[in-house]
């Protein structure tokens, strides 16, 4: 009795060359005029609200992931409990309670996101959201002219 064995290959992509579907967040709704920032305890810091939808974040969670960013003309101080991250090319701070991030930009304006619904907050969406507000408001001056991005594509 002769036994022959095949062996089927079948190709295994692997991870790497897998193309990265790009996610996007989409601008739910904003920008409201808000009075305080959160996580800096009772202030009546005047900016802008707006809150984004992810289908879920970069580290691929199920669930919908709410982000409210809010986006003041002050510069914010760096408190003594808040841990600074890199987020690409962009330095975050995380605050005590972790479920937020702060952006300080050139002493001219902050940009804070609170991530409610989620286990930690995503720095890839924040680097990505980063990057398309320092071209929306440029010099910080006049806010009042411009937006939130409606769609923020996470790279």
Not at 110 to 130: G, H, K, M, Q, Y
Request: proline share 5%; aromatic share 14%; net charge neutral.
């Amino acid at each position: 009795m002769i036994f022959v064995l095949f062996f089927l290959t079948l190709p295994f992509a692997q991870e790497s060359d897998k193309k990265k579907i790009p996610q996007r967040a989409f601008l739910e709704s904003g920008p409201l005029v808000c009075t305080g920032m959160p996580e800096i305890g009772m202030n009546a810091i005047k900016g802008y609200k707006g809150v984004y939808l992810m289908p879920g974040n970069s580290r691929g969670e199920e669930k919908a992931v709410s982000v409210t960013a809010y986006f003041t003309k002050t510069s914010v101080p760096v408190f003594s409990g808040w841990v600074a991250l890199k987020a690409g090319t962009s330095t975050v701070y995380r605050t005590s309670s972790g479920k937020v991030l702060i952006y300080r930009h050139n002493e001219n304006w902050t940009l804070f996101l609170e991530f409610r619904n989620t286990a930690e907050p995503d720095l890839v969406f924040a680097e990505s959201l980063i990057a398309q507000m320092v071209f929306f408001a440029r010099d910080g001056t006049d806010f009042e002219n411009t937006s939130f991005p409606a769609v923020v594509e996470i790279q």
